[in-house]
């Protein structure tokens, strides 16, 4: 990887400021960089940045190299770190944090299953009210990674043979009345 | 080996010292040798010798075996020999009948061989052995302690010592370099962690030790020479002329109004030059004692004696200015004294990479500490030298601490003092701060929550030591900006940070003339300049020289709190000196055979106490006893062998040196 000067005009600090002020963010200051998260975490070897510098970009008011990061997406939710930060930082509410700013200003990894499936489970929920299995996940792969199709096609075929997957696209009655929720949050948020 | 003292009935100790001395020695191997050696009755080893029992066990033996010499082998004779001497006195033996033998510190923490290093140990215990055998009774002897106690350095040290060991009825000389007492904390704006106003604490203390009856306060004094030792120590001060009487001004401050120098143009000293002042001033207005000075440098008429002297008229009522003032010298006596003379801080120029002195924003934190001072050169308020009001603000830590090329020690201070001027620098301009920093160290009461409190006000801290300051912008958003090169190794990068305003945290050293008072007061420095303690946990305040205490920076960098609890140590120990009224002296002093002394005097010269004299009358030399230190400089010297000293006669050194080459 190529090492780049990181100049001053490139941080953000005005939306670390609100970062820190809004739910969730409130105990990111008291970070001391201990790296418990990171220790704690049972994915961070698999991440490109550690939860502990994720921490340090945002308050360093690094915008996109936090919503560019995998590691939020590779965040399980298992609260480890939550449970072990010895300043009681919700990291795993921080998470949850940037992946909403990052679908939402479209700076997730592209082609990175995660964010996508992410972004397709809601978009389908959205538009039909329920969650069709088959097409979320046959969505997904088409837009991370279309030759996972091949392998997944013989388990597919096997549960589609058992009555196991539907293909039918379910959807609910009164549809307008669920997307009053998701506008409702978006107001708080 | 001589029957000189009777039949000798050796007793041999060899502790374990836990796994000290037992992971490297075999200390059974080493006591079962010590039992086949001549003269020795009974030889044990023990975890820990100089506990209760290890004791008793000593005391047990010498009423059982009869023993009348005693050997112990174990940690350094500074740390316990006075221990082990107590417990064979206790048993009823002389307790110079005792000698202690170091296998820690000269043994097994040296040495990894366990084999080489038992046979040492032995080597040791053997020498110990044959010198003991010739070793005769001796008596303390107790000199007089004089009450009165000096006290060298008024800063928060100085004056809590001077002000402890007032309140208990006992005379205190105060003496300070500069005009006026107060020393660096008077510079400085707020404490942490509490952010209690540094004046507000400190001025009460200051007039106290004006107005104490006790206390005789010499400022713009020195002391020049110290002779003597702990109970007597003489001591002359010179204080230096200010021309101005110290009796007669009431610090009116109208001859200041009057100078001829309608502008101030001369550097203030206690601004660091922030600000000016005029040739006659006054360091600052809470200064003690509240009496002008004038700076012969500066001053037109002690320059040149062709001034109308303004400053006199304005006087004339009082007559507290005298241009004829000289220098004058004070004797007194007192049986202790206590340094506190404190520390000065790094010169940046010596890093050049941070550009102090060569880009005008960038400051150190005594300096910042007088820009946030509401009585400062601006009236508190933090601007640049160019009148800006900073918008971003970088505090550099470590700058002259922490590094092989400059001083290795960390000063301690430095990452609360920027914590708090970060604090402070925020709410004085609501500017972003940078903490560079390489580890925040906040160990103290109250210190890692003040360290948490500015965390949350959103100072930024950057963990990397900054490698270079520069004005070279390399992008348009740079232009006229100091900028801050470092990695942040916390997200990772390396970063260019621009800076309105540079802080330069810098570490604390010994003053440039710690040299000079080490060698004055007699006194040991450790290797980094600092005083040296005479054990550096049990003993931190008492120096190796009897009745010398040293308190404050001057021992090694600390902050106020810890600086006036070792003053309050310092005060105590000279009060328990002072209280007991005299002090015993170890009695490994010199005498002289006076039948075969030939008068030849080679030896009055050499030694460093004074404490030879001359009697012409019977044409002999004499020691005095109370003076000699016992360090054996004239025995050698003696042209015909007739000054002996105890503890060290020739039989002991000789059966030593027989024993430690004797191969077992």
């Known amino acids: 990887m190529e090492r780049q000067i990181r100049y001053q005009r490139e941080a953000n600090l005005e939306w670390a400021r609100q970062f820190t002020k809004q739910p969730g963010g409130e105990r990111l200051l008291s970070c001391i960089q201990c790296g418990t998260c990171s220790g704690a975490c049972p994915l961070s070897i698999y991440m490109d940045l550690t939860p502990r510098q994720v921490i340090a970009l945002v308050r360093e008011g690094f915008r996109e190299d936090a919503l560019r990061s995998k590691t939020i997406w590779l965040c399980a939710s298992c609260y480890a770190c939550a449970v072990e930060c010895p300043q009681k930082i919700s990291i795993t509410d921080i998470m949850y944090r940037l992946k909403r700013e990052a679908i939402r200003s479209n700076l997730y990894p592209k082609r990175f299953p995660i964010p996508v499936l992410a972004r397709e489970f809601c978009e389908m929920v959205r538009r039909r009210g329920r969650n069709s299995e088959f097409w979320v996940v046959f969505r997904m792969a088409l837009r991370s990674n279309p030759f996972v199709l091949f392998s997944m096609a013989r388990t597919g075929w096997d549960l589609w043979r058992t009555g196991r997957l539907s293909l039918r696209k379910e959807r609910i009655r009164r549809i307008n009345d669920l997307q009053f929720i998701p506008a409702a949050s978006k107001e708080v948020d | ?664």
């Open chain 2, 1 to 664: 080996m001589s029957e000189r003292n009777g039949e000798v009935r050796i007793g041999v100790y060899i502790c374990h010292c836990g796994v000290n001395i037992a992971a490297t020695v075999d200390v059974r191997a080493v006591a079962e040798y010590a039992a086949t050696l001549p003269g020795v009755v009974v030889a044990r080893d023990y975890k820990y010798m100089c506990s209760d029992p290890g004791q008793e066990m000593i005391q047990q033996d010498i009423r059982d075996h009869q023993l009348n010499r005693v050997v112990v082998a174990a940690c350094s004779p500074s740390l316990h020999e006075r221990t082990f001497r107590n417990a064979v006195e206790r048993a009823g033996l002389n307790p110079f009948f005792f000698q202690m033998v170091n296998i820690r510190e000269h043994d097994s923490w040296v040495h990894s061989d366990r084999e080489a290093a038992t046979e040492k140990a032995k080597d040791l215990v053997r020498a110990a052995v044959m010198r003991v055998y010739f070793h005769k009774p001796l008596e303390r002897r107790r000199v007089p302690v004089n009450p009165d106690v000096l006290v060298v350095g008024g800063g928060i040290a100085g004056i809590h010592a001077a002000l402890t060991v007032a309140n208990s009825g006992k005379r205190v000389y105060l003496v300070e370099r500069e005009p006026t007492i107060g020393g660096h904390m008077a510079q400085f704006d707020k404490t942490f962690p509490t952010l209690d106003c540094a004046a507000c604490i400190l001025t009460p203390k200051m007039s106290a030790v004006k107005e104490h009856p006790n206390i005789t306060l010499w400022t713009y004094s020195e002391v020049v020479s110290v002779d003597g030792s702990v109970g007597d120590y003489r001591v002359v001060v010179k204080r230096k002329p200010r021309y101005v009487r110290e009796d007669l001004c009431v610090g009116c401050l109208q001859c200041i109004e009057a100078c001829v120098f309608k502008e101030a143009k001369f550097d203030d000293e206690f601004n660091l030059g922030l600000s000016k002042r005029k040739p006659i001033y006054i360091p600052f207005p809470q200064a003690t004692p509240k009496v002008v000075v004038i700076d012969p440098e500066a001053c037109i008429q002690l320059r040149t004696g062709k001034c109308k002297k303004a400053c006199l008229e304005a006087c004339a009522e009082r007559g507290a200015i005298d241009f004829e003032q000289k220098e004058t010298y004070e004797e007194i006596h007192v049986g202790s004294i206590i340094i506190a003379t404190g520390f000065q801080t790094f010169d940046p120029r010596r890093m050049p990479q941070y550009g102090y002195g060569k880009y005008p924003n960038v400051y150190t934190t005594l300096e910042v500490e007088r820009l946030v001072n509401a009585s400062g050169p601006t009236g508190g308020q933090v601007v640049t030298r160019d009148g800006r009001v900073p918008e971003s603000v970088g505090i550099i830590l470590c700058v002259g601490s922490r590094d092989e090329r400059t001083n290795r020690w960390c000063s301690r201070v430095c990452c609360m003092t920027s914590l708090k001027l970060a604090h402070l620098i925020k709410e004085h301009t609501g500017a972003e701060v940078f903490i560079f920093y390489i580890d925040m160290r906040a160990a103290g009461k109250g210190y890692e929550e003040f360290y948490q409190r500015v965390l949350n006000e959103g100072v930024h801290f950057v963990r990397g030591r900054v490698a270079e300051i520069t004005d070279w912008a390399m992008d348009p958003s740079e232009e006229g900006k100091l900028i801050a090169r470092v990695e942040d190794t916390n997200t990772g990068f390396v970063r260019r940070i621009p800076l309105d305003m540079v802080v330069l945290a810098v570490g604390l050293e010994p003053q440039f003339d710690a040299l000079n008072v080490q060698r004055l007061f007699g006194i040991g420095c450790s290797m980094d300049g600092f005083f040296l303690e005479r054990h550096p946990k049990l003993a931190p305040s008492p120096t190796y020289t009897d009745g010398i205490f040293i308190a404050g920076v001057c021992q090694g960098p600390k902050d106020i709190p810890d600086s006036v609890m070792q003053a309050g140590y310092a005060a105590a120990e000279a009060i328990a000196l002072a209280d007991t009224g005299f002090f015993e002296l170890e009695p490994n002093t010199a005498y002289i055979i006076a039948e075969e002394c030939s008068g030849c005097k080679t030896c009055i010269p050499l030694c460093p106490y004074q404490a030879i004299t001359f009697n012409e009358e019977k044409k002999k030399a004499f020691v005095n006893e109370v003076l000699c230190k016992g360090c054996g400089t004239c025995v050698a010297a003696c042209p015909s062998g007739s000054i002996k000293q105890n503890l060290f006669e020739d039989e002991e050194i000789f059966s030593e040196i027989e024993g430690v080459l004797a191969y077992a």
